[in-house]
């Protein structure tokens, strides 16, 4: 069995595929972050990030590609997770009753959308 072709096929492996393209966005939130707050600091600084954003060249190009197809993934295997888990259940449970989870957990989905119109 092709190993790639079974982290699209089950579950864990879709589950799998969203952690990992979940880790490539964060960083590139938090490297876009990192590179527009130099607008705070001298001029310099912002301009020498642009010079090296501009430096990279085909190496950016890279990187978008990476972004968009993961961007890709994570929304392919996140509405196929949860299409597959309202089709398990069978229906809506009888009593909304949230033991452990976590404010985040219950409104990923939510922000995920939020995210997504940035």
């Known amino acids: 069995m092709n190993p790639v ?11 799998i595929l969203m952690a990992v393209t979940g880790v490539i966005l964060i960083g590139f939130v938090i490297g876009h972050l990192a590179g527009n707050l130099q607008i705070f600091q001298e001029p310099d600084h912002i301009n020498g990030y642009a010079q090296f954003l501009h430096q990279l060249g085909t ?6 590609i990476i972004l968009l197809v993961s961007v890709v993934i ?3 295997a996140a509405t196929v997770l949860t299409l597959e888990n309202k089709r398990a259940r ?5 009593v909304q009753h949230t033991i452990r989870a976590t404010l985040a957990s219950r409104t990923m989905r939510v922000t995920g959308y939020v995210v997504l119109a940035f």
């Open 5 to 15: 072709g079974s982290l699209f096929r089950s579950s864990i492996g879709r589950k």
């Open 59 to 64: 190496l950016l190009w890279v990187a978008r």
């Open 74 to 76: 994570h929304i392919w």
């Open 90 to 94: 069978g229906g809506a449970y009888g």
